[in-house]
């Protein structure tokens, strides 16, 4: 006779106590019409659920937690709202609050949170009050926004390693709010119609900016790079868009490998650009188009390497270049290192200031129609070289120019032509050479050399000549 060994009931306590160790989640909620409110929480493993709502009071929240995750949400029509929060492991999420054409789509708000490893999020809303919030922290990020209609609201946070972003809104009175943490960051920003505002923040690592505002105008954009790869890249169309200013923080690039380009096409345009904490630095402003005016333009440099250009098409022009040290140096198209560029045949009342203190240095004003003025300070024991040109039948303001070297190895060429010129030029010691050219009208030159190398030659043509040339101490 067999016997037989009966298990304890404390074994049995066990066994029924132990966890089921799978956990293969799937989830799929479908409502259609009215008050649909749907929420589902899955918590481990292989994840991924669906939600599809339909016409209404539609409400959505979502919680995964942990491995595979997949969330897709897709909303139609009246009170949309979707939350889905996923964290750990390959994370994915698309919301989507439109259904196919059927409806006004009216008060979308996504929020989307994902938290490590391999996060994606597309939120995608067309239509009415969209809002979207898109959080993801750490390792390879990705997000894409687009939002079409008036007053969209974007916020993508993506904090740490391989980041990317695409926000793209469609509308007026759009803003955009994108702050990338460290790592691969790259960012697209395209808002289209008019009287958007965006700001793009990627604090350090390998930084690059794209942002394209079109339509009528009056965009405003700032972008804020601090340290490493840099390169910030924005296009404007349009009246009265702002590119930053005093005020406004405009590109602000801290240090390493710098690029900053502004591109501003129409007319009442402003455009800032900061390079600051050293590094590669290249600046360049390009405003206006065949017909514009009242063009501001600042850009700032604050040691190494340095090269900076500011071109204005137009008339009422002010344009300024600051170089704190280093090369100023010239790189690719920027033979001077730096230098203005403003008006045409019929530009009038334009400005240009350009100040490098000091090392490398090398400067260029080109202005062309009425009423110009210019100045360019160098500053001392730099490699020294200004050229200003102006053109044009004189005017109110006159043409102008004032050149100060301050010392090491100057030289400068002042070539005015048109009525009642002006032209100064102090070099104030070591290897100077002044050559001004002036032609027709009420020509005066002036130029000090205090000493060294000395050269002088004026030349004047046409009317109220006067020249006075002082040479050493």
């Given at each position: 006779?067999?016997?037989?060994?009966?298990?304890?009931?404390?074994?049995?306590?066990?066994?029924?106590?132990?966890?089921?160790?799978?956990?293969?989640?799937?989830?799929?909620?479908?409502?259609?019409?009215?008050?649909?409110?749907?929420t589902?929480?899955?918590?481990?493993?292989?994840?991924?659920?669906?939600?599809?709502?339909?016409?209404?009071?539609?409400?959505?929240?979502?919680?995964?937690?942990?491995?595979?995750?997949?969330?897709?949400?897709?909303?139609g029509?009246?009170?949309?709202?979707?939350?889905?929060?996923?964290?750990?492991?390959?994370?994915?999420?698309?919301?989507?609050?439109?259904?196919?054409?059927?409806?006004?789509?009216?008060?979308?708000?996504?929020?989307?949170?994902?938290?490590?490893?391999?996060?994606?999020?597309?939120?995608?809303?067309?239509?009415?009050?969209?809002?979207?919030?898109?959080?993801?922290?750490?390792?390879?990020?990705?997000?894409?926004?687009?939002?079409?209609?008036?007053?969209?609201?974007?916020?993508v946070?993506?904090?740490?390693?391989?980041?990317?972003?695409?926000?793209?809104?469609?509308?007026?009175?759009?803003?955009?709010?994108?702050?990338?943490?460290?790592?691969?960051?790259?960012?697209?920003?395209?808002?289209?119609?008019?009287?958007?505002?965006?700001?793009?923040?990627?604090?350090?690592?390998?930084?690059?900016?794209?942002?394209?505002?079109?339509?009528?105008?009056?965009?405003?954009?700032?972008?804020?790079?601090?340290?490493?790869?840099?390169?910030?890249?924005?296009?404007?169309?349009g009246?009265?868009?702002?590119?930053?200013?005093?005020?406004?923080?405009?590109?602000?690039?801290?240090?390493?490998?710098?690029?900053?380009?502004?591109?501003?096409?129409?007319g009442?345009?402003?455009?800032?650009?900061?390079?600051?904490?050293?590094?590669?630095?290249?600046?360049?402003?390009?405003q206006?188009?065949?017909?514009?005016?009242?063009?501001?333009?600042?850009?700032?440099?604050?040691?190494?390497?340095?090269?900076?250009?500011?071109?204005?098409?137009?008339?009422?022009?002010?344009?300024?270049?600051?170089?704190?040290?280093?090369?100023?140096?010239?790189?690719?198209?920027?033979?001077?290192?730096?230098q203005?560029?403003?008006?045409?045949?019929?530009?009038?009342?334009?400005?240009?200031?350009?100040?490098q203190?000091?090392?490398?240095?090398?400067?260029l004003?080109?202005?062309?129609?009425?009423?110009?003025?210019?100045?360019?300070?160098?500053?001392?024991?730099?490699?020294?070289?200004?050229?200003?040109?102006?053109?044009?039948?004189?005017?109110?303001?006159?043409?102008?120019?004032?050149?100060?070297?301050?010392?090491?190895?100057?030289?400068?060429?002042?070539?005015?032509?048109?009525?009642?010129?002006?032209?100064?030029?102090?070099?104030?010691?070591?290897?100077?050479?002044?050559n001004?050219?002036?032609?027709?009208?009420?020509?005066?030159a002036?130029?000090?050399?205090?000493?060294?190398?000395?050269?002088?030659?004026?030349?004047?043509?046409?009317?109220?000549?006067?020249?006075?040339?002082?040479?050493?101490?």
């Amino acid at each position: 006779m067999k016997a037989y060994l009966l298990p304890s009931a404390s074994a049995l306590a066990m066994i029924a106590a132990a966890p089921a160790l799978a956990q293969d989640n799937e989830s799929n909620v479908t409502q259609t019409g009215s008050s649909a409110i749907a929420t589902v929480t899955q918590t481990g493993a292989s994840g991924e659920s669906t939600i599809l709502q339909g016409g209404v009071a539609a409400n959505a929240k979502l919680t995964q937690d942990g491995t595979d995750n997949i969330s897709t949400i897709n909303q139609g029509g009246n009170t949309n709202k979707a939350t889905v929060d996923q964290s750990g492991n390959d994370n994915e999420s698309t919301v989507n609050q439109d259904d196919g054409t059927g409806s006004s789509d009216d008060n979308n708000t996504a929020n989307v949170t994902q938290s490590g490893s391999d996060n994606i999020s597309v939120v995608t809303q067309t239509n009415d009050f969209s809002t979207a919030t898109v959080i993801q922290e750490n390792v390879s990020n990705d997000s894409d926004v687009l939002q079409s209609g008036d007053l969209d609201v974007a916020s993508v946070t993506q904090d740490g390693s391989d980041n990317e972003s695409d926000v793209d809104q469609a509308g007026n009175l759009n803003t955009a709010t994108i702050a990338q943490g460290g790592d691969g960051n790259t960012s697209d920003l395209t808002q289209t119609s008019g009287l958007n505002t965006a700001i793009i923040r990627q604090p350090g690592s390998d930084n690059t900016a794209t942002a394209l505002q079109a339509g009528v105008g009056a965009n405003t954009l700032n972008v804020l790079q601090d340290g490493d790869g840099n390169t910030a890249s924005v296009t404007q169309f349009g009246a009265g868009n702002e590119a930053g200013s005093i005020a406004n923080a405009g590109v602000i690039q801290s240090g390493d490998d710098g690029t900053a380009t502004v591109v501003q096409d129409g007319g009442l345009q402003s455009a800032f650009i900061e390079q600051k904490g050293g590094s590669l630095n290249i600046a360049g402003i390009n405003q206006g188009g065949a017909v514009s005016t009242d063009h501001t333009a600042e850009i700032r440099q604050d040691g190494s390497s340095n090269s900076s250009d500011v071109v204005q098409r137009g008339f009422n022009q002010r344009a300024i270049i600051s170089q704190i040290g280093d090369d100023n140096a010239a790189s690719g198209t920027f033979v001077y290192g730096a230098q203005i560029i403003q008006g045409d045949a019929s530009g009038r009342d334009n400005d240009a200031t350009i100040t490098q203190l000091s090392d490398g240095n090398r400067a260029l004003t080109n202005q062309q129609g009425e009423s110009l003025s210019a100045t360019v300070t160098q500053g001392g024991n730099g490699g020294n070289t200004s050229t200003v040109l102006q053109s044009g039948t004189g005017g109110a303001v006159l043409l102008n120019a004032d050149v100060l070297q301050n010392g090491a190895d100057n030289t400068s060429l002042v070539d005015q032509g048109g009525t009642s010129q002006t032209a100064n030029v102090d070099q104030l010691g070591e290897d100077n050479l002044s050559n001004i050219v002036q032609t027709g009208s009420g020509n005066t030159a002036s130029v000090t050399q205090n000493s060294d190398g000395n050269q002088s030659f004026i030349t004047q043509g046409g009317t109220g000549h006067t020249a006075t040339v002082t040479q050493g101490s």
